[in-house]
């Protein structure tokens, strides 16, 4: 008799376990449903404006086109081997790494001296906080067309700043020498509002603890600034600097609307030669090949950054 309660209750705890595995199934199940529903929207549209375009572009060259971007005929790596042997593309490349080392630093130390000037608890400092971080609401095309006014060779007010100084006029978009200096000017004021408002939020998520505790050892305000308060904010630098090396690949607009990519290819960024290539000369093929060039130098230096630098940066 005991042994059959104790099988009657054997079977009915393992049928108990049993619908408490199929109930925390299901229960999984509707949870990665619910996920999967939730995420479908964006995956339908990183699939159509992401996924596909990259699909496409690696089809594209290893193929030549016609005007129409027909597939005309298969050549394999020819697009790529045609483009490592163009002066084009080094001088391309060649100029996006001068516009990258001109930009980036001097757009994160602009944003990182206002920050700091401003990160005082003075009466009327929120003024000079939204005029600092205006920067950040301006579109490209509306900075660049500001910034051709201030570039004008007879009207412009650097120009006019000039001549008060007694000094030449410089043709500022015109110069070869001048144009790529001018570009980088206006891109790194473009970015520092962004760069601004990151690193002034991490200036204000340090303790005033900290700030407190400087001073009671004797820190001055220097010492404090770059011993201190610069390693604590060493991720917000780091994002930044990795977010601004990617863009500065990818920098186009401001380019486009005030020199083409002139005078002589000295602002010939890497994506202004994939649009001429692409939407001027209608070399689709060469033009996809580029696009994944710029593809693969922006994985790596994202690699080396996270490789390298990212050992320097202080997480608290």
């Known amino acids: 008799m005991n042994t059959t309660h104790r099988e009657v209750y054997g079977s009915m705890g393992t049928q108990k376990s049993i619908v408490r595995k199929h109930t925390k199934r299901l229960s999984i199940l509707k949870e990665n449903a619910a996920g999967y529903a939730f995420l479908a929207p964006s995956l339908v549209l990183f699939s159509v404006f992401l996924f596909y375009p990259l699909i496409q572009s690696i089809y594209l060259s290893f193929h030549l086109t016609d005007p129409r971007g027909n597939v005309a005929a298969f050549v394999g790596l020819d697009n790529f081997t045609q483009l490592f042997a163009s002066p084009v593309f080094w001088n391309s490349l060649n100029v996006t790494m001068k516009f990258t080392l001109l930009t980036v630093p001097a ?52 120009n006019y700043f000039l001549s008060k100084l007694g000094a030449a006029p410089v043709q500022w978009l015109i110069d070869p020498t001048w144009a790529l200096i001018s570009i980088s000017i206006m891109t790194a004021w473009m970015n520092s509002g962004f760069n601004y408002i990151l690193l002034l939020s991490g200036l204000q998520g340090i303790g005033d603890d900290i700030r407190d505790s400087a001073r009671i050892d004797g820190s001055g305000p220097f010492r404090t600034f770059f011993r ?50 692409a939407f001027v000369n209608y070399q689709f093929g060469t033009g996809s090949a580029l696009a994944l060039v710029l593809f693969a130098m922006i994985l790596l230096l994202t690699w080396i950054q996270f490789r390298f630098v990212e050992k320097k940066v202080h997480y608290q």
């Open 107 to 158: 757009g994160i130390v602009a944003g990182l001296l206002l920050a700091a000037l401003t990160h005082t608890k003075l009466k009327g400092m929120s003024i000079f906080r939204f005029i600092f971080s205006l920067p950040v609401a301006l579109s490209v095309s509306t900075s660049s067309v500001i910034w051709m006014m201030l570039y004008h060779p007879t009207t412009g007010m650097f």
């Open 228 to 277: 201190i308060l610069l390693p604590l904010l060493s991720p917000t630098v780091f994002f930044l600097t990795v977010v601004s090396v990617m863009n500065a690949f990818q920098s186009f607009g401001q380019i486009h609307i005030l020199t083409k990519g002139g005078p002589a290819g000295s602002t010939e960024v890497f994506v202004y030669s994939i649009y001429k290539e």
